[in-house]
């Protein structure tokens, strides 16, 4: 057994010692609300957005983007789990802000192996892998300008015909160095 598996494995039994009654906790979210953020390990959304379990939904992808995926989930949260205010929050330092979809594809074209940041440009680092054309066809939903991705990902969110018109959906920006959360003008 790895030793990440058996530090997970270890944590589980002593949260699920101290379980308590969380198991009655409803299904939809006490607060009636979502957060669409991204699976960065640096950010937090229970501590950032003050959530206890059972509170809200909190849907994670890399960079916190409106894919079809992320829409679909939100969609589900309100129609059948009734939340009625959503959240978009992407933050600051983001990896998706250091490369571009032709650069993700040369790089899977290359090789599925790991790659790594080299001289300031990314590299594969186990070339042993062989390589796939697969990711020519994935929109890999990267960031060029922050604000506006925020924008852009309120904005498809706002006008996609599943979205009932009286959700409001705001956009903020997590700044990693200082845990702030900031609004996005405009979006």
């Known amino acids: 057994m790895s030793q990440v598996l058996n530090e997970v494995l270890e944590a589980n039994r002593r949260y699920a010692a101290e379980f308590g009654d969380k198991g009655k906790l409803a299904m939809p979210p006490a607060r009636r609300f979502a957060v669409l953020t991204c699976m960065d390990a640096r950010l937090d959304p229970a501590k950032f957005a003050g959530l206890a379990e059972g ?97 852009d990902d309120v904005a498809r969110i706002r006008r996609h015909p599943l979205v009932p018109p009286d959700i409001p959906v705001y956009g903020y920006i997590y700044e990693v160095q200082t845990g702030r959360l900031v609004e996005v003008p405009a979006a």
Request: glycine share 10%; net charge negative; aromatic share 8%.
């Open 55 to 151: 509170d809200a939904h909190v849907i994670r992808n890399a960079g916190g983007r409106a894919s079809d995926d992320a829409i679909r989930s939100l969609v589900i949260s309100a129609k059948l789990l009734g939340t009625r205010e959503w959240f978009v929050i992407h933050h600051t330092n983001c990896g998706m802000e250091f490369f571009t979809d032709e650069v993700m594809r040369g790089l899977l074209a290359e090789s599925i192996g790991p790659a790594g940041l080299v001289d300031g440009q990314w590299k594969n680092i186990d070339t042993a892998l062989p390589g796939s054309r697969e990711g020519d066809y994935i929109d890999w939903l990267t960031i060029r300008d922050l604000a506006q991705s925020v924008r």
